[in-house]
């Protein structure tokens, strides 16, 4: 028997609880037993301490999953040191996200580093995002066997949208109080945005629509492309969440794509090579360019990339990416 580990996170409305939530759901399908973390900071310690040892002892063999990072550094310390010595199982980890290469880039503070890192080596198996972040992990001596996954998959209740009439106007989703390029967006781009912590001072082309579910989410967007871009700035992805793109599969990208959304990507994003060789958007340098790109797509090209996205996210939709990345690693365990 194979297992993962579900860890309820307090959050909503965020894509991060969205991806965690629809991991857990593809592996269920594929007959991964859930063992569900009670809600609650004590309710999660004492279980941890107490009853989840005694299960981890009746796991002989297979897989326990792990989605990386859950709960505190002590609290993931404290899970993975009990499944390696008290189960039978290989320790597998789904990357999520690696604070080393997102908040902490630019911190001096290499003892979190360290305990990150420490925790990344102590896994038999890893399911990383791409090859970007593979190779950054390699580097760092991680050397249990990685598959990528490439592109997050997304649970997408919403039926895939019906081919629109290109209209060159944009949609951004997300959190928006770490979307500080927007400011400077150029004026000669429409652009719609989606999602919580929205600021007071958009400029007149920058149309807030409202804050949805993820599962929501997908039935409002009406735009011709979803944005995946980060940072302060509109000439280049910068900063720490701007330079976070080069690692990272942005799970705003999957909503998109599975809602049959073609995209425009930063071009040195991570995920940048599988959106041209899947022809579902359009690579940028600069921001200030994008209203050229636009105008330069025929109505023809864009039918063309609604219908490969529409294609991508029958698979995206079942799980394919995350099902076919962690049956090629057990095969390696």
């Given at each position: 028997?194979?297992?993962?580990?579900?860890?309820?996170?307090?959050?909503?409305?965020?894509?991060?609880?969205?991806?965690?939530?629809?991991?857990?759901?593809?592996?269920?399908?594929?007959?991964?037993?859930?063992?569900?973390?009670?809600?609650?900071?004590?309710?999660?310690?004492?279980?941890?301490?107490?009853?989840l040892p005694f299960i981890l002892m009746k796991i002989k063999s297979g897989v326990i999953v792990v989605q990386?990072?859950?709960?505190?550094?002590?609290?993931?310390?404290?899970?993975?040191?009990?499944?390696?010595?008290?189960?039978?199982?290989?320790?597998?980890?789904?990357?999520?996200?690696?604070?080393t290469l997102r908040y902490w880039s630019e911190s001096d503070n290499n003892r979190k580093k360290e305990i990150e890192l420490r925790l990344l080596k102590r896994a038999d198996g890893i399911i990383s995002l791409n090859a970007k972040m593979?190779?950054?992990?390699?580097?760092?001596?991680?050397?249990?066997?990685?598959?990528?996954?490439?592109?997050w998959d997304y649970n997408n209740p919403q039926s895939a949208r019906k081919m629109e009439e290109y209209n060159k106007t944009i949609g951004l989703a997300g959190n928006l109080d770490k979307v500080q390029f927007l400011k400077k967006i150029p004026s000669?781009?429409?652009?719609?945005?989606?999602?919580?912590?929205?600021?007071?001072?958009?400029?007149?082309?920058?149309?807030?629509?409202?804050?949805?579910?993820?599962d929501l989410l997908p039935l409002k967007i009406k735009e011709s492309f979803g944005l995946v871009w980060d940072g302060d700035e509109i000439s280049t992805c910068s900063g720490p969440l701007g330079n976070y793109l080069k690692y990272n599969n942005p799970h705003k990208l999957s909503m998109y794509l599975s809602s049959g959304i073609p995209v425009v990507i930063w071009s040195k994003a991570a995920t940048a090579e599988f959106v041209k060789n899947a022809r579902v958007g359009i690579l940028i340098d600069d921001l200030n360019n994008l209203n050229t790109k636009l105008n330069n797509i025929s109505e023809d090209e864009y039918k063309i990339m609604c219908s490969n996205a529409v294609n991508l996210s029958k698979k995206m939709r079942k799980g394919y990416f995350l099902k076919t990345a962690l049956q090629n690693l057990i095969k390696q365990l």
């Open positions: 028997m194979n297992y993962i580990l579900s860890w309820q996170d307090s959050a909503h409305n965020t894509g991060g609880v969205k991806a965690k939530k629809d991991a857990e759901f593809f592996l269920n399908e594929e007959g991964f037993i859930s063992i569900k973390i009670p809600v609650g900071k004590m309710q999660k310690l004492l279980y941890i301490m107490f009853k990386f990072p859950t709960g505190t550094w002590t609290v993931l310390e404290l899970i993975t040191r009990c499944i390696k010595k008290l189960s039978g199982a290989k320790l597998v980890y789904i990357i999520h996200d690696i604070e593979t190779e950054w992990l390699r580097s760092k001596g991680v050397k249990a066997p990685i598959e990528n996954m490439r592109i000669d781009i429409n652009i719609y945005i989606y999602g919580p912590n929205k600021e007071s001072n958009y400029p007149d082309n920058v149309k807030y629509v409202g804050n949805f579910s993820p």
